[in-house]
């Protein structure tokens, strides 16, 4: 007669897997925005330049209505904002664009490989103590369960297109209103967040 299988572990807490997200989000997006810096050809480091020199320009100007009290200066601020040149549009775009795709793959290659050599932890996952789980045999994850999840989670971090957005505020409240505590990404790969006995 085979064995049963083993009683779930409690479900990790929202505000614990939350911290758990940004301790392993915030190194890896760093390393992307370098990555991008790095891998960066001609054309992406003049559209990085120029988005720049827009920001700053839009930053002093912005500063300089808040300290005056001209209307000619706060119009500036508008007209910046609501009607930006062509150009700096492009290499906003492009640059974003760019960036956006390479710390996806840093993204994705990074939690992907983390919760997959590291058995269902990550480093944020390992600093509070939770761990992903087979929701059915609460074995770790497979690679496939890995990559599932990571790559959901790197497109709503990296990828700056309002669907992404709106899907990924969505799945990032849903275990405020579970019982079980998963999101989408743990429905899709068959795993459960829970606490590290």
Known sequence: MPNPPPIPAAPAGYWRRTFACL??????MILGWVAAKWLAGPEELAALKRSDEW??????QYLRALQGNSPRDLQAVMDMAMHPQEKDIEAIALWGEFQGTVSFFVMLLG???QEWLMQG???????LHI?????????????????????W???FFTLPNPITIVLGIINFHLPLFRRDGRTWHDLWSKTQVVVES
């Open 111 to 113: 939690l992907t490989f």
């Open 131 to 151: 761990r992903t789980v087979d929701v059915i045999f609460q074995n770790p994850p497979t690679f496939i369960g890995c990559l599932l999840r990571s790559a």
């Open 153 to 155: 989670k790197a497109a």
């Open 23 to 28: 301790a392993d989000i915030i190194p890896l």
């Open 55 to 60: 920001m700053h320009h839009f930053i002093d």
């Open 121 to 127: 932890q990550s480093l944020g996952k390992r600093i």
